[in-house]
């Protein structure tokens, strides 16, 4: 009986691979606008549900938003900082206020 031949394509070879550098994705401050009708104790449970602050933290920049015109929820990678933003835009507007939320790349 007579044998198959071999593939050509199937024997051993060595493959050299070249190692890309990953470098750490870029991160965004979550930052949290203040306004004339969002009330204090939403902006503090915003910061409480959404960024998973104590509520020291919480009451803190609350009280930099409200004195200072804005204050820095957190910093995130891209992707979670975007859906947080949306988050809070969503929270906010079904109870009716007009909370801003917006992403500042962190340098």
Same mark, same amino acid.
């Given at each position: 009986m007579a044998r198959?031949p071999?593939?050509?394509?199937?024997?051993t070879?060595t493959?050299?691979?070249?190692r890309?550098?990953? &470098?750490?994705?870029?991160?965004w401050r979550?930052?949290?606008?203040n /306004?004339?009708?969002?009330? #204090?104790e939403?902006?503090?449970?915003?910061?409480r549900?959404?960024?998973?602050k104590?509520?020291?933290?919480?009451?803190s920049i609350?009280?930099?938003?409200?004195?200072r015109g &804005?204050?820095?929820?957190?910093?995130y990678p891209?992707?979670?900082? /975007?859906t947080?933003?949306a #988050?809070?835009k969503a929270l906010?507007e079904?109870?009716?206020?007009?909370l801003?939320?917006?992403?500042?790349?962190e340098?």
């Amino acid at each position: 009986m007579a044998r198959a031949p071999k593939d050509p394509g199937t024997g051993t070879a060595t493959k050299t691979r070249s190692r890309a550098k990953l &470098q750490p994705p870029r991160l965004w401050r979550v930052v949290l606008h203040n /306004d004339d009708y969002t009330t #204090q104790e939403f902006v503090v449970w915003i910061l409480r549900t959404v960024f998973r602050k104590t509520e020291a933290e919480a009451v803190s920049i609350m009280l930099d938003v409200h004195q200072r015109g &804005q204050g820095a929820a957190g910093i995130y990678p891209y992707d979670i900082a /975007d859906t947080k933003a949306a #988050q809070v835009k969503a929270l906010a507007e079904a109870q009716e206020f007009p909370l801003r939320c917006t992403l500042e790349p962190e340098d």
